[in-house]
């Protein structure tokens, strides 16, 4: 599947060593941005944290455990989605992903995750994916609703934001409804809008 084309100008690039200067870069410039979603961001100090975050998502990938992408759009580096959680008994995995905020309102997320959900419950294995926002992550769960995922509840107090915890809005997919989609909506490449 790596690396795809989403549509024109727009691909996803398995996360590698070389994207490390890159991919901090954006981080930096976008921390007000995603401050708000990504309890993580703090920790992302500097290039080595990155460097970490890539080493990481090496490993996970050599044990067959899910993949981290980055989003290349127009030949710049705008945002990462990957995987979490995987677990191959009850063969389902959760699903996570961010974009630089001037990437924000073209469509990208929601074409980059089709694309991995087409791929994940496809060769990949996969039963059921999840995607879990914070309930008041108004442009996550359009991602998710747009996508055709059902939204099964909401998990109280599931995730320390910085200095206090936030709900979490549960999504998935199974195989078999996306399996009932028509191929051309599983398939839908991104196109940008005149
Ligand atoms: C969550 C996040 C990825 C969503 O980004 P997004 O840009 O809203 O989602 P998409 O890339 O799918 O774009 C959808 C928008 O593009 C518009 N759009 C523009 N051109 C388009 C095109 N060619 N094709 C399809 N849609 C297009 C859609 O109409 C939609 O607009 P709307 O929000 O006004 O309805 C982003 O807000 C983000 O990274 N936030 C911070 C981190 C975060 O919250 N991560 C998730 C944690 S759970």
Redesign the pocket.
Known sequence: MIPFEV?PGLHLELVEERHEEELFKLVDR?RG??R???NWVDEKADQHDTGRFIYNSIGQHSAGEGFQTVIRFEGNLV?VLGHQGWNKTNRRAEI??????R???????????RAHVDHLLGIGGLNRLE????VG???????AE?LGFTLEGVAREAEWMHDHFVDHAVYAMLVSEWAALPADVRRQK????E
């Not at 996570?96 to 905020?101: A, E, I, S």
Request: proline content about 5%; aromatic content about 10%; glycine content about 14%.
């Open positions: 549509g976008n941005h995603l708000p979603w990504m945002g996570g992903y961010w974009l630089g905020r990437a924000q309102g073209r469509g990208i997320m929601t074409a980059c995750v995607i879990r926002c914070a992550n108004r442009r996550s769960r359009a991602v747009r991104w196109q940008p809008r």
